[in-house]
T-cell receptor, first 113, second 111 residues
């Protein structure tokens, strides 16, 4: 069963805590992306990675960190520096061959306790 | 700055009628456009795409039209069904493989 998986589906964060969201894909895609979606709004790019061991900041990278040690995995850490982390987080992947469709995972909803 | 936007935030349509969702883009260098459907609590689902060397592309019950002269993109859904109720996003490919998303249009299908 190919696709993109994200876990957990719901995540609760306490004040001052770092939390990590998982994203895995078995599509053999080179590029992976993290987006943030606030209620009733569109998607904003947090970070993206076009190749293993390399990643770039998106439009709203402050308070977030990523790693890309394996082609299949692109975890996102929401750090305590992110003061407004409550949102729906979406991971996507694509074959990096110029303009290509990005395919999305089911998302993780992060809530602050 | 460069952006992708939508004219109508909410579209109510009678079941069986056709739906038209519009999107304006401002980056004339964009060469690839995608429409996504997002149901509540789920990730966006690819519907159809179009490259800038085309004006029209058809899928199953969906058609995307691209007017590069006025930088306008539209998604037409034929015979709209209750399962089509969702938020629809257009996205444009800007630098490399970075997508810029519009704000979304909610489609409500009335029985």
């Amino acid at each position: 069963d190919g696709g993109i998986t994200q876990s957990p589906k719901y995540l609760f964060r306490k004040e001052g805590q770092n939390v990590t969201l998982s994203c895995e894909q078995n599509l053999n895609h080179d590029a992976m992306y993290w987006y943030r979606q606030d209620p009733g709004q569109g998607l904003r790019l947090i970070y993206y990675s076009q190749i293993v061991n390399d990643f770039q900041k998106g439009d709203i990278a402050e308070g977030y960190s990523v790693s890309r040690e394996k082609k299949e995995s692109f975890p996102l850490t929401v750090t305590s520096a992110q003061k407004n982390p409550t949102a729906f987080y979406l991971c996507a992947s694509s074959s990096f061959r110029g303009a290509e469709t990005q395919y999305f995972g089911p998302g993780t909803r992060l809530l602050v306790l | 700055g460069e952006s992708v936007g939508l004219h109508l935030p909410t579209l109510s349509v009678q079941e069986g009628d056709n739906s038209i969702i519009n999107c304006a883009y401002s980056n004339s260098a964009s060469d690839y456009f995608i429409w996504y459907k997002q149901e509540s609590g789920k990730g966006p689902q690819f519907i159809i795409d179009i490259r800038s060397n085309m004006d029209k592309r058809q899928g199953q019950r969906v058609t995307v039209l691209l007017n590069k002269t006025v930088k306008h993109l539209s998604l037409q859904i034929a015979a709209t069904q209750p399962g089509d109720s969702a938020v629809y996003f257009c996205a444009e490919n800007t630098a490399g493989n970075k997508l810029t998303f519009g704000g979304g249009t909610r489609v409500l299908v009335k029985p």
